[in-house]
């Protein structure tokens, strides 16, 4: 348990900007950032930071929060993880008020298996670091490739012992238990039950996440025997999706944001010299194919990539067709090589970091030109060969979301493969046609087989109660008013000296809302007011109910902000609420509760077509009446008072 002082802190330090911006590019608009969404494939950004209420809001998925909700959606962090991550981020000391090394091995499968992977991560540094074996053949191994001791520590490289058992063994004696070192893939089970260790003798990479916890390894060879593979890589586990994760990424988020451009590369080694070098914004696709998944993660910071490919012609080749979806998910992309027999690694060893950018900027090439000479010099004078190419390079920049830069690349194609312009337009045009046919058939497709049902509950998690579309948006209204106006003076004619949520609650003292969380939440406001205690927007963003907090956003957030000289440039005048409080306050609490007593008269009506006795039908007569009054007197006040 983390006292609730530490909480405070953190909570007080915590600018969400910030925060979310390590994960997200954010732009600033009007008194809001935006950008797009990191829980959705999207082109339009629709994913909100508010400063001044500390909340995000996601209008793609749903999902809203504050800086602790965002981390524990995107991360699949626990609370106290999440709280731990901002209390590192910002400098601050947990404490803790039970600190027991049993609670070593969490519930939950998930950070177990982060439990264990940190202890694999600190053991092989370890033994890289201080043992003999570690430094006679890991550390040399490292610092002949040119590495420094603090390029060593930063990525917390490290070794395993070439020993059957020496992770495995030392694990288990601290207390980890076989099933998560079987499932991170660290220990290999036997067909005797009897476990040892996957990754012996081998220099160790240590793969991060998103926000620096170690998720797997890439552990290479150092024995010259060719029929032990270089390199061995965690199998995928429930904390890693290696089609999810580029290496590197965790220490180049900053710079590619700042830079505006991420170098992709293709190996471990790649990253750690061209890093070391001073040029931080690189990263790598773990050995394996580039995927969509990574690309967007890629997306998130910066719109333009540039490949660093070795010098292996053969190689780029085969790689260039993997590289049209990054074009699909309208990044712009360049491509650099290096002369033969080099890749990033060697060259900025051997030529030194200024020398490295003066060759990226003068050999830099946008990708589609790039292919169009590389495939153009293979076909040589063969009229077929050409023809191939011309219709994979047209396939390639039909690709591009945005026509205006398909139409260049078109252009500069003609001229590069002394081909008509109006042809490579006709060939893109056929293609696009094609594309929105089948895309056209596939969403067709998904909307006959996956159409919402005007009955399915909306994003909050608990079932709604079937009711009335206007009763639940009245409900949440309400809601809206308490947290926007809840701690405001009253200064009407008549009534004065209190706040308007108090108010709002006595007043609605007879009306039972519907809604679940509605309902939830006007009673933690209830017995809060009870309580002394005035709460505010804040109370609710941090409770721990997820319903509360996905209401309160969603009463908070908005997708659209006035840019602060909308007068100025329009003279326009938006309506602004706050001009008449009083008739949104009393509108609000009037319109509900005669919407409630419009549902007493109908269930009144129904039980005196069936009441079976004239003593029956009296009383309930009776009731009607009365509840008829009420609805007039409410009409009455509405439209006397209520402006609208």
Known sequence: MIQKSTIDRIMESIDIVEVIGEFVQLKKRGANYVGLSPFANERT??????????????????????????????????????????AKKYGIEVEETIDHPENREEDQRRESLMIVTAFAAKFFHESLLDSDEGKSIGLSYFKERGFSTETIKKFELGYSPDQWEAFTGTAIKEGYQEQFLVESGLSVKRDNGALYDRYRGRVMFPIHSFTGRVIAFGGRTLKKDKNVPKYVNSPESEIYHKSNVLYGLYFAKKAIREEDNCYLVEGYADVLSVHQAGIENVVASSGTS?????????????????????????????SLRGLDMILEEGLNVKVVSFPDGHDPDSYVRLVGTSAFKKHIEETKKDFILYKANLLLK??????????????????????????????????????????????????????????AKKDGQHQQNQNTRYAPQPDEPDFFDEPEVKEPKDESTQEKEIIRLLLLYGNKMIDWDGIANTYIGPFMIAELGDVTFEHPVCKLFTEIYRQEVENGVLPDETHFIHHGDKGIVDLTVTMLATKYTLSENWYEMHNILVNDETANMKAAILGAIFHLKKHKVGKILESLRNDLQKAETEADQEILLNQYIRMKKVEKSISDFLGSVIIK
């Open 290 to 318: 580039l995927t969509a998944e990574q690309i967007r993660l890629i997306g998130r910071f910066t719109k333009n990539i540039t490949i660093l490919y070795d010098g292996d012609a053969a190689g780029i080749k085969a």
């Open 45 to 86: 950004p629709s994913f909100t930071v508010s400063p001044a209420k500390g909340i995000f809001k996601d209008f793609s998925t749903g999902k809203g929060g504050s800086a602790v909700t965002f981390l524990m959606e995107l991360e699949k962090f626990s609370y106290p993880e999440a709280l731990k991550w901002l």
């Open 378 to 435: 293979d076909a040589g004078n063969d009229p077929i060969k050409k023809a191939e190419i011309i219709r994979e390079i047209v396939e390639s920049i039909a690709k591009i979301p945005d026509s205006i830069k398909a139409s260049v690349f078109i252009k500069e194609c003609s001229y590069i493969l002394q081909i008509d312009e109006r042809s490579l337009l006709s060939e893109l045009n056929k293609m696009r046609q094609a594309k």
